[in-house]
């Protein structure tokens, strides 16, 4: 069963920390995502990356980065997280144009 | 400015009945939507989807519909079952060869015995 596996499910940290959240896929794909899923908002894009140390700013990248050093990892990394990057956050991974995202179980993050 | 709309939050249907979901779009160059569903605590995952060459498309109690001319697309479930209670995200392809899903806010469904 292909799987895209975020490392945590909920996370606390404290305003002003550096903040990394890893996604991991085992399907080979070449195409990654990160966005964040908001009440009302739904899912915004904030970084993608179609290749290996290949990255495309989204929607929504500000006081966001993001790493590719291997194909199966996507990295996303809060410099400096604020209250207002609070949000659940969602890793995909897709083959091809048309074959859908596959989606990671999402990291809650709280930032207090 | 949201290119994809779904402008009911929620919708409650009696089990049985058949659920509809809207998405409205803004940008002509969409070539290829998509619906996921969402449970709590867990990914979206891909339900049903439709090229903008077609008009329908069916698989078992979900059938999508596109009305191009009006930009507008629906999903409906028949018949609606308790388990169908999720968050429905209708999503879209810009024409052009990326893969970047853009995303509707979401429809909440609960079907209710």
């Known amino acids: 069963d292909v799987k895209v596996t975020q490392s945590s499910r909920y996370l606390v940290k404290r305003t002003g920390e550096k903040v990394f959240l890893e996604c991991v896929q085992d399907?080979?794909?070449?195409?990654m995502f990160w966005y964040r899923q908001d009440p009302g908002l739904g899912l915004r894009l904030i970084y993608f990356s179609y290749d290996v140390k290949m990255k495309e700013k989204g929607d929504i990248p500000e006081g966001y980065s993001v790493s590719r050093e291997k194909k199966e990892r996507f990295s996303l990394i809060l410099e400096s997280a604020s209250t207002n990057q609070t949000s659940m956050y969602l890793c995909?991974?897709?083959?091809?144009?048309?074959?859908?995202?596959?989606f990671g179980s999402g990291t809650r993050l709280t930032v207090v | 400015d949201q290119q994809v709309k779904q402008n009911s939050p929620s919708l409650s249907v009696q089990e049985g009945r058949i659920s509809i979901l809207n998405c409205d779009y803004t940008n002509s160059m969409f070539d290829y939507f998509l619906w996921y569903k969402k449970y709590p605590a867990e990914g979206p995952t891909f339900l049903i989807s439709i090229s903008s060459i077609k008009d329908k498309n069916e698989d078992g109690r979900f059938t999508v519909f596109l009305n191009k001319s009006a930009k507008h697309l629906s999903l409906h479930i028949v018949p609606s079952q308790p388990g169908d209670s999720a968050v429905y995200f209708c999503?879209?392809?810009?024409?052009?060869?990326?893969?970047?899903?853009?995303f509707g806010a979401g429809t909440r469904l609960a079907v209710h015995p």
């Open positions: 995909a991974s897709s083959l091809n144009r048309v074959g859908g995202y596959t």
């Open positions: 999503a879209a392809l810009l024409s052009g060869g990326y893969n970047k899903l853009i």
């Open positions: 399907m080979d794909h070449e195409n």
